[in-house]
């Protein structure tokens, strides 16, 4: 099993540049989730799918972040145009969908927009 | 809706010392809890959950939770902390709603061992 693959591992980025973030969750796993790590805000979710469906994106900041997941071995978070303060650790999470079952994490993508 | 909220944001303890961290939540209907470890420039990785089946549910690395409805609290302890013990700690909390529940962190605890 080679867990949850985020790609890339780290991203530097200008401002106003688009960025795209991707996820690869568990074979098998059909809930996947976004979070967002900074130290002053915590551990933030985004957004959730489950069967490959947007299950709720209130967490998303605004519009300029957008997530798709087209499949059920594929995910991305994007975001159009960047601000510095989108500068975090992004994290993709998947899960079997049995409501006790835990979450297996990604290694995240380190973003930093100058 | 439910949340969880980690009593101190930073914990120090000496090697060999107790380990007791914080964890409260809140839910309208009874909740399945996790810990999460986070050592750096890693993900989370799942320590422990509680599915109703036993309130003290006993994880990996020597570590164990009490869920305690009438205090609505799920501390985490370990009888003598490691210096691999030093990490980060999340608490997490999803209902029982459906299998498309979210789950919730916590604001995370720093755990630093003293040698």
């Known amino acids: 099993d080679a867990g949850v693959i985020q790609s890339p591992r780290h991203e530097v980025t200008e401002m106003g540049q688009e960025v795209t973030l991707r996820c690869k969750p568990i074979?098998?796993?059909?809930?996947l989730f976004w979070y967002r790590q900074t130290m002053m805000r915590g551990l933030e979710l985004l957004i959730y799918?489950?069967?490959?469906?947007?299950?709720?994106d209130s967490g998303m900041p605004e519009d300029r972040f957008s997530a798709k997941m087209p499949n059920a071995s594929f995910s991305t978070l994007k975001i159009q145009p960047s601000e510095p303060r989108d500068s975090a650790v992004y994290f993709c999470?998947?899960?079997?969908?049995?409501?006790?079952?835990?979450?297996?994490f990604g290694n995240g993508t380190r973003l930093t927009v100058t | 809706a439910q949340s969880v909220t980690q009593l101190g944001s930073h914990v120090s303890v000496s090697e060999g010392a107790l380990v007791l961290l914080r964890c409260n939540y809140s839910?309208?209907?009874?909740?399945?809890l996790f810990w999460y470890v986070q050592y750096p420039n890693q993900g989370l990785q799942l320590l422990l959950k509680?599915?109703?089946?036993?309130?003290l549910v006993k994880g990996i690395n020597g570590f164990e939770a009490e869920f305690k409805k009438s205090e609505t609290s799920f501390h985490l302890t370990k009888p003598s902390a490691h210096m691999s013990d030093a990490a980060e700690y999340f608490c997490a909390v999803s209902d029982r709603g459906s299998s498309a529940s979210k789950i919730i962190f916590g604001s995370g605890t720093r755990l630093s061992i003293r040698p």
């Open positions: 839910s309208s209907v009874p909740p399945y």
């Open positions: 999470a998947s899960r079997i969908g049995t409501v006790d079952s835990p979450l297996h």
């Open positions: 509680y599915t109703s089946a036993a309130t």
């Open positions: 799918f489950n069967n490959n469906v947007p299950i709720d």
């Open positions: 074979s098998g796993h059909n809930s």
